[in-house]
């Protein structure tokens, strides 16, 4: 799933030039009032009640401490929010960790 403010334009524009098939979007609520914590990403709490328990990756550039701290209280499943550099965006780095975790979380 995208979970991004890019909306429809993620499946456009970002999928194909990352090899990922269209997916479905994250509806936002209307609002994106400032509730929990100082410092807590606006997308962090809904992402969480979305989740319900299940496992989820969360890439963003904008994931702080607080953010993680939310997950790790909140969230029963497992869960990894991966910082990306938004001077760089997605770097074989990343896709590396992704997999990694994936392989942790999923094994075969």
Not at 12 to 28: H, N, T
Not at 59 to 79: C, F, N, Q, T, Y
Request: zero cysteines; hydrophobic letters at 45%; aromatic letters at 10%.
């Amino acid at each position: 799933m995208w979970a991004t403010t890019w909306m429809e334009e993620a499946n456009e524009i970002v999928s194909p030039r990352i090899g990922l098939p269209r997916l479905p979007l994250v509806e936002w609520p209307a609002t994106h009032a400032d509730e929990g914590p100082r410092g807590l990403h606006w997308k962090t709490r809904h992402l969480v009640e979305w989740a319900n328990g299940r496992s989820f990756i969360w890439v963003d550039d904008e994931i702080d401490a607080m953010d993680r701290l939310w997950v790790d209280a909140s969230h029963s499943g497992p869960s990894l929010l991966h910082r990306v550099d938004p001077a760089k965006g997605l770097t074989d780095a990343d896709f590396t960790a992704l997999a990694d975790w994936l392989r942790l979380v999923i094994p075969r």
